[in-house]
């Protein structure tokens, strides 16, 4: 008989002893543990078997209240293959089914099949592909006609996103701290006025949505959180203009989380690349 209930703050330890070498590279849960613990939008869940802890994973309300981000899915090696992780899923829904949520998303590793055989087992459908790219060295500082776009830009910068198939590719969709959010007018307004939109063109031909405040433990980061651009010359100008950014504002690292598109790789891929990796991004809608 297994049990699912909220995380109590006495269960951290037992849990983390399992989540270390998760992946090749280990594992973030130490990371976001005290932060999803106490995370008022969402719920932290644990599994215990015997008196035991063998599982968790946690569950967040997207900001614009229609949606859950499903995260942190983790099943003790020795109780996998028994359909903890979908119950733990199925928790999750019922749990955002109860806060008017209407719909579920995801994110998997491109090579974590067993995951995303969990999620097409319950019923996700991919929604997007996105790449992730760490990229270091010293590159040189380049002219960038590139802007922080202003409320003046608005109108043109939606009309863009409604006609650019990157846009609708990429589920409408932007990433904040590992998680997909929706694109919508409501937050582009917001970027805006927090300066976050770069652009190219007069009309505008290309849109990079940045972040200077990094995620979870990590502050000092510069991330692009969105891409949409088809011109290599404007995406020539959007990427000089981040590493510019980068350099200037002495940040520990570049990240750049974009849709995965041919057009968009060739061109990264040339940047001097410290890790990359390929995400798919998954959603259920809810029956009503
Ligand atoms: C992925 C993981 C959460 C699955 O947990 P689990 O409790 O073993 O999964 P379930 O028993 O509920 O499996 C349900 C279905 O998922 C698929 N699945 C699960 N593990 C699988 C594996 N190792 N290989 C292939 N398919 C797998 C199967 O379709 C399975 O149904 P089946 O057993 O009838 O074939 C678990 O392996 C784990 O903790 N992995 C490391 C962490 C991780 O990858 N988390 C997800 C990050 S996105």
Sequence with gaps: MITIRP????????????????FSWGDYIDRVWDYWYTEKNGQLFVVESGGEKIAMSHVAICP??????????????????????????????EYGRRKGARQASAIVGATNFASQSLMEKNGFKIISKWMYYSIVGTPRHQESNARIANADDI??????????????????????????????RRALLNFVKEERVIVTGRPIDGIAIINKCGYWDRANILQVVYLDVVPASSLRELISFMMNL?????????????????????????????EHEQFILYNKQFKL
């Design 7 to 22: 995380a109590r703050r006495s269960d951290k330890d037992e849990i983390l002893s399992f989540c270390t070498n998760t």
């Design 64 to 93: 614009e209240g229609k949606g859950i981000w499903l995260e942190g899915v983790r099943v003790r090696p020795d109780h996998r293959r028994s359909y903890v992780a979908t119950r733990l899923l199925t928790k999750m829904l």
């Design 155 to 184: 109108v043109d910068i939606w009309q863009y996103l409604q006609q650019s198939k990157i846009y609708r590719l990429s589920g409408k969709r932007y990433v904040k701290s590992w998680r997909w959010y929706a694109f919508d």
């Design 246 to 274: 980068y350099l200037n504002g002495k940040f520990d690292g570049l990240q750049l989380v974009c849709y995965d598109s041919k057009q968009l790789s060739s061109f990264i891929n040339k940047l001097v690349i410290k």
